[in-house]
Structures are given as C-alpha cells and as structure tokens.
C-alpha cells in the first residue's frame, strides 16, 4: 500500500478540487434549462433518455445483450431460489433486495431485445406485485408489524425504480398507480421511521421513481417526498470531506457503511440527481469532484475504484465488486443526462467497455464478485488481502462471496443500451457513449431513425445514418472522447470537419432522406504511469493486458444450485504471465496494434477485435505471493532501480488484448529500461 500522505489531502480538500493523477478534463457542458417556476419544479436534465425500447443494439452489442439473455439474466428466475421463490412474488425465500435487482436488468434486456417468454415471466411478477399491494400502500414484503419495528427503507426504494422502468417500457396504468400509493405510505412512513442503514446511504434511489411519478402527475407533494429523502440521507459531500474516506481500508479491515464500494458507485450520482431538486451550484461542482476523489486514492486503469468490498486503494491487486461497477454506470448515465458533460460519457465508454465484461465469463452464466487489475489467477484463496470479502471473491461462479451480484449485476449492458442517445431541449439528439445501436425518437413530430454502424470500441471510425421521415431541422450532438486528437467528421460526402477533443459537436441543420455522417476519432497509443511506478497501456476507451493461456477447473459442484451451466470455476494460467514491458523512452518498444474481426463473443480472448503486441521479457523473481501476482515494487525499490539488472531473460513479443477480453490478465506492468 502507498502511503496515505495526510498533508497532501489536506492541501487537496483545502485547493477544493484535488489534483489527480488522471484528470477527468476540462469538457464542455450542456447547460439544463432553468426550471420555469422557481424552486418548486425540478430543474429539467440537460439531456433526456428516450423512453425503454426507443434504442435497439445492434452489431457486437446485439450479440453481447443476446448472450445476456441466453444465459444466466434470460434464465435466473428458473432455478435461483432468491428470485424464483422470491416472497415479492409470493415464494418463501429472500423478501428484500434481489428480486427487484434481477428485474433492474431483466426489465430493459426483455424490452431492449422483445424476448417474449422473458417479457411473460417478468410481466407475471410484477402483476403479482401490484395485485398483493396492501390497501395502506406498502408492498407485500413489508412487514406486518412495521410501525412497531424499525424497517429499512432500501428494498422499497429500489423496487419503486424499478417498477417506474416496467411502466416506462409498457405504460400500464397500474404500475404507476402502485408507485404512486407506496410512495405516499413512503412519505409518512418517513416520518414514524426515518431512514436508517441502507436507505439511509441510498435514499437518492428514491429520487428516481419520485421523480418519474413527478413528471407525469406534478403533484407537489412528491417533491416535498423528495426533499424529505434528501433531509433523512446521508450528505455524500460532507462524508468525503473527512479523512477516513481516502485512507485504503486495510487488509483484512474493518467493513464501514461510508467506506462501501457499492454505496460509493451508487451515491456518485447522488449530486446531479439533488441538482434537479435544489438548483444548488454546489452540487454542479461537486459530482466532478467526487469522482476525481476516488480517482486519486482509489482510482483504477478501468475506470473504476477498488473495493473490496470497502474502498481498497490503488494497488492493482485489490478487488472492484461487480455491483460497484453496474452501479457507477447508472450514475454516469444520469450523471451525463443531467448535466450533459462529455467527461461523463468518456468515463461510462471506459467503465462498460473494460470492467463491466471483465467480471463477466464469456458465456454469460457465471460472473466475479470482485475483480483485479493484475489477476494472475482465480482460485479459493484463504490467503486472500481483500479488505472484508471472503476466498472466493474472484471464482467465475454462480454467487461467488454473496449474492448481491448474482443479482444486481444485470443492469449494467441494457441499461448501457438505454442511455446510448437522448433528446436535446431543442428537439435533438445527442449521444451519450458510441456503440453500434439503432434509435427513434420524434423531433417536432417528424419521426426520425439514427443509426449507428461501427465496430467502436475496437475500430476508429463510425458511420451514422440519420433518417427522418421528412426534411426536418434538428441537431445531431456528438461527444467528441477527450482523447480523440485529430477527430473528424464529414456529412452526407462533404469536406472533413475537425472536432475539438472534449467537447460536443453539434451538426445543426436541414436533413433530408437519409443522410450519412462519417466520424473518425483516432486513437493512439498511451502509456499510463500507475501504481507504485507500474504502467499499462491505453487506446481510445480501452485498456490492454496482457494474454494469458487459461486452464479453468470446476469447483463446488456438490453446492446447491452448481449444476451446469451455471456452475463455478478457478482459472489458472497456462502461459507464462510475469513480464515487464521493455521501455523506448516514454514508450513501450515493438508495440503494434492489429485489427481482427470481432467474435461472435465480443468480450472474449477469442474474439478480441483489436490485438497488440510489445517486447517483454519474463522476471523470474516475480510470482506468486498468497495466490495473487506479488506487488510490484515502487519506484525506489529494486525492480525500477536503472543500475540494478531486473531480468537477464531474453527480449521476446507479448501479446495483448482488450482488458474486457480478458478473464485472468496482467495489466500494469514493471518497466524495464
Ligand atoms: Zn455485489
């Protein structure tokens, strides 16, 4: 562990935005309209996402999403007894938060691909929800004697999400009328029992279905609600003001609610989402600085923080739980809908195109509760250093450590899908993450279908077809990905225009039939210094590792529910994977890029559509250490230290593969120079 220097983050709370070793960028940002009717309204978001079902994958992200639904999303609620026999729909097993995570990601998958069988299931369960709703307005779960006994508000919170999303995607009339009645009973609830636990750290959760019953009904006592949550909740900005939050918890530490990896994902949207309900500046400023806080005492190359599950610090070697990192890309997608900044669409392509399909098996049935950047195996580790989580938080399996993401983890590709496009104020389009997708929208009545065809991430170019019904004026805002230098783009076969990095673009004009824009953002090659002077290989939004042979071997085949094809597995390596990188000055030598096309398995060692190789040698003195790649040493130590010889072993290339593609890795490397 680096040390914490107590100086250093006192002079960066008191400079009030911390200096950090990867700057978000300065970016452009969309400013939302001013609410009309003065602090009584919500302030509109910059950007608007069209309602469920308007965006349809397409391309690699259509086979990604179909893996989703053949495997264990399509398939949970069959044979997984905390949601098949979940008491929200009248079963005897767990009555609180995992079944309506599962339908957090199943809702959009369902409506996203329209798989009918899945559509059925899930509209059953939620009929059987609002059918077994009590008449004072709480859903059958809360507990009869719950005016007697303190109850954590969390489940309601997240099931009113929820179901706001199943009436997005199917209007049905009933599924408002239930949100609307338990959120009254919330509002007086409330005051008999305030938040406490987890509503108390997640009470922003409940801005959402407030918000979206708001927007339909504007009845004021929904905003009062509102201001009621945000009283009771826990003040994210007053919390990571205080020291304990950048301090790494230790190894085998203490668990804390504020130091939760999950909370901490989901509360980073928490700013914009009480932006709409104050219109307090502060709240502006504060959603950056809160990510640029993490970034520089827990910061990782994925674009996510390590928590494992309380926050771990910056050594690649501590885990990221997978509900942290669905979570922290829901936030970037209000994050960017609310206030239309384009670092939040660079951070959302970096987090979904490198950790999410990371934790992920390439066959979409078992996935990992934490995740590390230097993974050099998987294995039941009883000599683990993860802060609070148990051995075998980084199996591939069917609830490795607990449940929460076998459950949670759901949302994290469809609700990607969701938030690809959405509505300017002056009847636009923007994008909030490239990937290849379809959408419909209507801009002054005139129907309009965008299409995006693009092998993006894995290529450089990007075709767009805007097709509106009839000649109409409208603007098409493209973000334009920080790192992007030289970024073009010409329209229906005129000249190349540039575009400024970081910012958005707007083509404003006439479009008439179906006209296609051509986007280039060439990406280069960049060499990252991380943790303790180790270093990893960025280009455009992704980040490279290294290729490492896999041996997987099934374990805990006895345990309930293991039967394949959701059983549980070690990988091993089968190649060697304890190399540095060779430096040519600040770059890596030999490093080449190669296009291949992209697999029927997108995010697979098989099917990686870029490939790299460097020159590496192999350093014997590095293995394993308590089963995990042994840290590499700081700067000041041994292995960077010029006039001491690290390996005598020959040059040799090495390839690398998307982050994403890979299911054990080497990410940051020794420098050898
Ligand atoms: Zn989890």
Redesign the pocket.
Known sequence: MAAFDRREFLASLAAGVAATTAPLGAGTEQRPATPASGPRALAAPAFAPLPLGAIRPTGWLARQLRLQADGLTGHLDEFWPDVADSQWFGGKAEGWERAPYWLDGAIPLAWILDVAPMKARITTYVNHIVEHQRADGWYAPYPEDAVAKRYDMWAILLANKVLAQYHDATGDPRVLDAVKKSLRAMAQGLDRTPLYNWGKFRWYEGLVPVFYVYERTKEPWLLDLAHKLRRQGVDFEALFATEDLAVPTPRRGLWKWTKHV?NTGMAAKASALGWRLDQRPRDRAWSTKMIEFLDRYHGQVTGMFAGDECLSGRSPLQGT???AVVEFMYSLETLYSVFGNPVFGDRLERVAFNALPAALSPDGWSHQ?DQQVNQAQCTINPDHRWSTNSPESNLFGLEPN?G??TS?MHQGWPKFVSHLWMKTPDEGIAVAAYAPSRATFASRGVPVTIALDTDYPFRDTLTLTVSPARAARFPVVLRVPAWAEGATVRVGGGAAQAMTPGTLHRLDQLWHGPTEVAIRFPMAAVVTERYNGAVAIERGPLVYALKIGETWTRVNAAKPHRELPHGDFEVRPATPWNYGLVAAGRSIAGLTFTEQPVGPVPFSPEGAGMVATATAQRIPSWKLDAGWAAEIAPPDAAWADPGRTITTEPSEPVTLIPYGCTNIRITEFPKLT
Do not use: T
Request: charged fraction near 10%; glycine fraction near 0%.
């Open positions: 999950v739980e997978l509900c509760y607990f929460c993401c949670n």
